[in-house]
Nanobody
Framework: QVQLVESGGGLVQPGGSLRLSCAASGFTFSNYAMNWYRQAPGKERELVADISPRASFTNSADSVKGRFTISRDNAKNTLYLQMTSLKPEDTAVYYC?????????WGQGTQVTVSS
């Protein structure tokens, strides 16, 4: 079955960096676009960035543009989110997501806290 396992979250000071990873299994990773979402306390889940199956195209939310970079390694079935110049408002649980046909699959999430 489809499994997505995020890692790499933690506590970081404002201006710091983190790299999130998402290990995927149970489907042909290289055939599907992948997404990173986040959900802050009391807020709706929002799309942070997405990447096409062969990494030809990426998109990111205006709030993270120029600071976050989504990438993937299809040989390792792994999705990444490089986050730099982190701000307190980036504090959230970050989720890896894939849509296969009409079904959305999610990982368990990884907590990112930006605080001094």
């Amino acid at each position: 079955q489809v499994q997505l396992v995020e890692s790499g979250g933690g506590l970081v000071q404002p201006g710091g960096s983190l790299r999130l990873s998402c290990a995927a299994s149970g489907f042909t990773f290289s055939n599907y676009a992948m997404n990173w979402y986040r959900q802050a306390p009391g807020k709706e889940r929002e799309l942070v960035a997405d990447i096409s199956p062969r990494a030809s195209f990426t998109n990111s939310a205006d709030s993270v543009k120029g600071r976050f970079t989504i990438s993937r390694d299809n040989a390792k079935n792994t999705l990444y989110l490089q986050m730099t110049s982190l701000k307190p408002e980036d504090t959230a649980v970050y989720y890896c997501n894939v849509r296969i046909r009409v079904n959305d699959y999610w990982g368990q999430g990884t907590q990112v806290t930006v605080s001094s």
